[in-house]
Every structure is written in structure tokens, then in C-alpha cells.
């Protein structure tokens, strides 16, 4: 522990598990005031507990990224509480994974609301709150599968490829207006987290040792290691950028992850 982001006040989505947890804990045990959201409410007061003993500061709330309310009402509680937002960590999403030709428009169109217009309200929420703060982080979380196409991840990879390019746009944005604010998104490959199990993946190590040059799975820790450098000010001159932690498969690869 070593204070890279003492003090900052920063709100986590989807936080409950996976790379959201990783994610509020590594903030938290490096000096920030965490704020994890997510609509797993049992997971999420967890997660809370779990920092608390860690010694970190945290709380948590209940939130629904697709809902625009909910943004008003989440981050009115953090101006109330906190006064500031410095970090905002867009990490919510779902995955629903299958041939294209099986994907009702009901599951696209979910994604679409979580992965894709959850970012979207974020953004819009969050920017006028920071700016009165002189400015701040916006990670937003894609994939890998939001750069390069994979089978049987169509919609899942549109939604997240849509994450990429808004925050390509919208840090130039932030930018021109000299917020201060900067705009960022992270590219996660195979990471050994709860989204693969309702999807029939195949096994984690199989895939891996088939699909990334490094053989093997990533952890949520590697991804939130990612954030924090965002979330830092050791990342004061990075904006529009995307960070990709992936072993490797996205230089290349052994061959597309789902046709193992």
C-alpha cells in the first residue's frame, strides 16, 4: 500500500464480483473511498465487508447501470456523502454467448442496455460531476472480443467494440473542453470470472492453453491492476487509450478462443 490514489472518491459498477471486486479492493487498499454498485445485493454487501477488514473504506449501493434514474440517484447519494467523484470505473456487464443465428433480439438488446448504454449513462452522469472537482478518471471496461471478432461472441463483442469507440470520442471530447477528465477503456482477455459460467464455455485452462500465447487464464487481479494505473495519477498524460491485458491472444494467438 502505497497511497496511488489517497483520497480519491471513486464509484465501481457492477462491483459485487469478478473484475469489479478486484477492482474496488485493489482501489481501496491503495487509499481511495470506494463506492461499489451492482444489483447482486448479497454479493455486494460481501464485498463491502470484505474491504472494511482490509481496512479500506467503502459502501455500498444498489444499481441498475441501465436504468437513468438510477445514475441520478446513485450519484446524488455520492455528491451528498462525498462531495467529489474522481474515478468512475464503468466495469457492469453481461455476456450472452452462442451463434449469432440462436441470439433472440431480447438477449442483444440486453447486452446492448448493460454493457453499452450503462457506459453511455455513466459518462453523461459522471463528467458534469467531475468537472466541478477539476476534473478525474473514467475507466470504462471493454474485451478483447471489442477489438478483434470472435465466433460464437457476436453481440457480446458489438456491445463492447461500441465501449471502445465511445471512449475514443468522448475523451477527445473531454479533452477539447479542457475538463480535466480523462476517458480510457480496458481490454480484458480470458479472465477466470463468474461471466463464463452460464455460458457454456469450455473449461478456462482448455481454452486458455489453446487461445493465449502465456497459456493460461488471467485473474481479476491483473485486470484491476489495469484500473488503478488509470485511476492514478501515474496515467495523467493517457487518455483515449485502450489498455489490453490478454496474455498475448489478441497479438496473434493460438486461434479464436470458441472454436476450441
Known amino acids: ?20 471486486r478486484a477492482s474496488a479492493q485493489r482501489l481501496a487498499d491503495e487509499g481511495a473511498i470506494v463506492v461499489v454498485t451492482d444489483v447482486q445485493d448479497d454479493l455486494g454487501e460481501q464485498t463491502a465487508q470484505a474491504i472494511r477488514k482490509s481496512g479500506g473504506r467503502v459502501e455500498y449501493l444498489r444499481h441498475d447501470v441501465a436504468e437513468e434514474t ?4 446513485v450519484l446524488d447519494q455520492v455528491r ?21 443465428l440462436d441470439t433472440t433480439l431480447a438477449d442483444f438488446r440486453r447486452q446492448i442496455a ?19 472537482g477539476g476534473g478525474g478518471s473514467i475507466v470504462n471496461m471493454s474485451s478483447t472480443v471489442g477489438i478483434i471478432g470472435q465466433p460464437m461472441m457476436a453481440t457480446y463483442g ?10 475514443k470520442a468522448v475523451a477527445l471530447e473531454c479533452a477539447a473542453g479542457r475538463t480535466g477528465i480523462r476517458v480510457n477503456s480496458v481490454h480484458p482477455g480470458i479472465i477466470d470470472t463468474p461471466i463464463w459460467e452460464p455460458n457454456g464455455a469450455p473449461d478456462l485452462g482448455t481454452m486458455s492453453a489453446a487461445a493465449v500465447p502465456l497459456g493460461t487464464s488471467g ?18 498524460y493517457v ?11 489478441s497479438a496473434g494467438g493460438t486461434g479464436p478462443l470458441m472454436r476450441i
Not at 500500500?1 to 469489479?20: D, F, L, P, Q, Y
Not at 451528498?80 to 449469432?100: K, S
Not at 485473474?219 to 484491476?224: K, T, Y
Request: proline share 3%; glycine share 18%; charged share 15%.
Open 114 to 132: 448493460v454493457n453499452l448504454e450503462g457506459v453511455f449513462l455513466g459518462i453523461k452522469y459522471a463528467i458534469p460531476f467531475m468537472s466541478e
Open 70 to 73: 438510477a445514475w441520478a440517484g
Open 158 to 167: 458489438a456491445t463492447k467494440g461500441g465501449v471502445r469507440v465511445l471512449t
Open 80 to 100: 451528498a456523502r462525498h462531495g467529489r467523484l474522481d474515478v468512475l470505473v464503468n466495469n457492469a456487464g453481461i455476456g450472452v454467448m452462442g451463434p449469432v
Open 219 to 236: 485473474l481479476p487481479l491483473d485486470i484491476a491492476n489495469g484500473v488503478l494505473w488509470l485511476a492514478s495519477d501515474e496515467s495523467r
Open 239 to 249: 487518455t483515449g487509450a485502450e489498455l489490453v491485458i490478454d496474455g498475448g491472444a
Open 1 to 20: 500500500m502505497t497511497g496511488r490514489v489517497e483520497g480519491k472518491v471513486c464509484v465501481v459498477t457492477g462491483g459485487a464480483s469478478g473484475i469489479g
